[in-house]
Structure formats: structure tokens, C-alpha cells
């Protein structure tokens, strides 16, 4: 097949776009489809779009601090990296776009965390001072700690 | 201590023990590979960490993992740099990790085809990786520790933008999936650039065989997913392998042409390249990429009968410059090096 725009060299490309009225189908050449703008050959990377989007800052952005890791909206913007699960929510009005534009989205439809528990690493600290406890043979705090422990359903400390 | 490396490679040769079963159209894709970057909720995230919270990330995971896990846990401070540099070799972990300063660790599963990488960028990165297109069942393995470690440490989630990470570019699933694919045909029939534009049209990458930044050497590819959001993990999957799939038709088509047009030549160049390989008594790593090439190229269309894809695989991984010092125990200057991977080669290939 043939392009539809130059009818000279072989159609690589289809193209085809539903409107509500009509729907246009166009078989062209590389070149063609070039000249229409419908082939994007240098598209930025998402790291270059976020490096690009972090350049636009504003004197507001210090203020805009996160209540727990003390992350401010401009030290984000210099670093490119959230500083705790905090962050996206503090900085959210003023990095939506950005996200938008990094991934064409900003909705996860994929995988969920079942047990979006913040249970796991608190248990952990727990035994950890329930060993030490018991190692210096602190009886009283050992058993306090068994209370929290059991608190988080762990029953076996 | 070569078979410690080797070990660490046992997914690019299957049938060799407990490893995934290979996967498919092996002549042409090396290599899945699957990584899910994950954080604890509880814990500051890299830029924010200190000292103790990566140390107790590193005992957390090490008391979750053991109970469940048979595997190895390597504790990256404590690793000279040859062997921090053998991992990334083996593929088994990123390049940006092996330069971590801070307590940093990776727990290598028995069967060495899942890593989980402490205290990267993210908390934790899980990867899986296998010979063959194979993300399917990689991805159910991955998936399947990466849930179990979830349930007991809490990963950082958000409604709207899933999984949270480091990096931006990263978040949502969390997920980069990728194949790594040998493409002599494309890259003799000047089709490599139409393909790889035509993977940027439907929003996947291309690059060399390391990641971003490396070069493309020996006529080998990576395709992965650049967005990481707003898609369900199997329909990214999906996408992936239909592109790898239609890249692989394009790919026996070349081939076809070649084997019709210029059959001589081309037998000429992998015989040649075969005979180097057996012969030589000194040779690069570059050279041997690039050798191999023609030789993968000469036993994907059956003109080399008594060799296997899995030996050459072996072959490209080993006489990598840190690999080849590992398998042979000792540290070896570059020209020594070259000597000794020449004899590894004439070795593995039967020609002594």
C-alpha cells in the first residue's frame, strides 16, 4: 500500500482517529506522517520532563513544608525525591501537574497495599527492646512492652 | 569462589537445578526482567534517612525474609569491589547501588533469579529476572514476596498515586519490566531505529544493556515501560511482551532475508567468529560481545549445531572483566585478564 499524502512511497504507518462525526483512517510514508506531526521522534524521558517541571519555582515554595520529615516544596524541587510517604500528600496541589505530565496520569489503578499496616516496623522495635529488656533482666518494662505488643495483636512475645 | 559467581548466574542457565523453567523464543530475547521498587510507610525515605534507620531496614527485612526465603543475604559494606561489581555482572543488582555508601544490603534467593535490593534509591527493590521472555512467571514470583514482605512492614501507599517512591518517575505500580533482546537482523537490515521508534510511540524504552545511559553493544536491547502509573501491572506486562513478540516476528523476517540474500557471507562471519573464539589466546570483553553476536545469530538459525543458546549466555555473562576474575579466584591485571578469559572460552567451547 501506497501513502495516502505523497502516493509515492509505501504507507508504514496507520493512523486512525474516531470523531463523533466521522472516523479518519490514513495509511502514510514515515515522512508524511512526520509532516503531519503524528510521529513523535524525540520524545523527553519522564526524568527529563520531571528535571524540566522542577525548574519552575516560586518564592511560596519554602513555606510548603512537610509536617514529618521536614521536607520543604523547594528542597523537593532541587532534589527531584520525596523525603518520607508524607510528602505527595503536603506538596499534592502543587505536584499534580507534574505527575500528570510525567506519567500522562495520575490515578494507580494497579495493585493494592492490602495491609497498608504501619504496624510492621513498630512490632520490630518492639521486640527489640523487649530482648534488651529482658537481657538486663528489667522485668517490669519487658512486661510493659508485652502489653504494647499485644496491643498490635502479637501474642507470642 | 567461581562457584559462588556461578551461582548468581543460574538463571541464565536453566536445568540446572531449582531454577524457573526457561522461557520462551530464547534465540532472540536474552532475557525477562521485572523490578518493584517498594518503601516501609515508617521510615523516612533515602534523602530523609539516617544511619539507623538503614541499619534497622537491614535487620527488618533480613528477620522477615529468612523465615520465608532460602537465600543469602550479602551485606554490601562489608563486599570488596570486585565482587559488588560481579553482582551488577551478574545482573543481579543496579549499577547506582553498588555505589551506596550508607548500610546497604541484597538478598539473593537459592534459585539467584530474585534479588532484593536494601536500601537502593527506594527501601526496597524487588527484582526477578529470567533467561526468555518470561515475565508472567517472574512476575508472580516477585509479586508473590514482594506481598509477603508488605504485610509485615507496611508499604508507603496512597489512594490516588499507588505505591509512593523516591523518584517521581517511579511511583504507582512501582514497576519497570524489561526485555533484553538480541537483534542481528534489525540491526543488519537497518530496521533497528523504525522499531525503536515505533516502541517510543506506545510509551516504552529502549537502551543498552546495563540501563539508562549504557551503550548498545553486540546488537542487544532493552525494552521497558517508561510510565509507571495509571496501568494495571499484567496489562503493562501484556504490552511489553506483545511488543516483544511483534519486535520478534520483524526480527525472523530479517533474518529470513538475510539467509536468502546473503547466506555465504554470513556463514563466513559466524564461522569466522566461532573460530576466533576457539582459538584465541588473548581477547577483550568487547570483542567477545561482539563475537558471540554473530555466533548467537549463527545457532538461532541452526548453521551452528553443536552449541547451545545456554552456553554462549554462560559465556557472555563470565568473561565479563570482574566475572572473569571471580571464576578464576585470583585478581587480574587487564592483559592477564585477557589471557585468562581466552582460556575460559577455548574451554567452554570444546575446542581443548
Known sequence: MLCDDCKNKPAAIFFKEVLPDKTIELHLCEDCASKRGLLVTKKLTPLEILQKLLKQTSAQDEKVICPRCYMSLAEFKRVGRFGCSECVTTFDENIRHLIKQIHQNDRHIGRKSTKGTKKGFEVYKLREELKKALEREAYEDAAKIRDKLRDYGVEDA | ?352
Open chain 2, 1 to 352: 569462589m567461581a562457584s559462588k559467581m556461578l551461582d548468581n548466574i543460574r538463571w541464565l542457565i536453566p536445568n540446572t537445578g531449582d531454577t524457573l523453567p526457561c522461557g520462551e523464543e530464547m534465540e532472540i530475547i536474552v532475557s525477562s526482567r521485572i523490578r518493584v521498587a517498594r518503601n516501609v510507610d515508617s521510615i523516612p525515605f533515602e534523602i530523609k534517612m539516617k544511619q539507623a534507620d538503614a541499619e534497622s531496614l537491614i535487620a527488618l527485612v533480613k528477620a522477615i525474609i529468612g523465615g520465608k526465603v532460602d537465600g543469602t543475604f550479602l551485606d554490601l559494606t562489608k563486599m570488596k569491589p570486585l565482587e559488588k561489581e560481579s553482582l551488577l555482572e551478574c545482573h543481579l543488582v543496579s549499577p547506582g547501588f553498588i555505589k551506596k555508601e550508607k548500610p546497604s544490603g541484597v538478598f539473593i534467593n537459592r534459585g539467584g533469579n530474585v534479588s532484593i535490593m536494601v536500601n537502593e534509591e527506594d527501601h526496597l527493590r524487588f527484582q526477578g529476572i529470567g533467561c526468555g521472555l518470561n515475565l508472567v512467571n517472574l512476575s508472580s514470583e516477585v509479586f508473590g514476596i514482594e506481598e509477603y514482605v508488605g504485610d509485615n512492614v507496611g508499604y508507603a501507599f496512597d489512594e490516588d498515586y499507588g505505591y509512593l517512591t523516591s523518584c517521581p518517575t517511579n511511583m504507582g505500580t512501582g514497576m519497570r519490566a524489561s526485555v533484553f533482546m538480541h537483534l542481528p537482523g534489525l540491526v543488519f537490515t537497518n530496521e533497528v531505529e523504525k522499531v525503536l521508534k515505533g516502541a517510543l510511540q506506545i510509551g516504552m524504552t529502549v537502551r543498552g544493556i546495563y540501563g539508562e545511559g549504557s551503550e548498545i553493544r553486540g546488537s542487544l536491547f532493552q525494552i521497558s515501560n517508561q510510565h509507571t502509573l495509571g496501568f494495571k501491572e499484567e496489562d503493562l506486562l501484556e504490552r511489553i511482551c506483545k511488543l516483544a513478540k511483534m519486535i520478534i516476528d520483524i526480527e525472523r523476517k530479517a533474518r529470513d532475508v538475510i539467509l536468502t540474500k546473503a547466506r555465504n557471507e554470513f556463514e563466513d562471519k559466524i564461522f569466522r567468529s566461532l573460530a576466533i573464539l576457539k582459538a584465541a589466546r588473548t581477547i577483550s570483553s568487547g570483542e567477545v560481545l561482539n563475537l558471540l553476536s554473530a555466533l548467537r545469530f549463527g545457532v538461532g538459525v541452526d548453521i551452528v549445531k553443536d552449541i547451545t543458546l545456554e552456553t554462549l549466555n554462560e559465556i557472555m555473562i563470565v568473561s565479563r572483566p570482574a566475572n572473569i576474575q571471580l571464576f578464576f579466584g585470583e585478581f587480574l591485571e587487564e592483559q592477564e585478564r585477557d589471557i585468562k578469559r581466552a582460556e575460559y572460552i577455548r574451554k567452554r567451547i570444546g575446542a581443548e
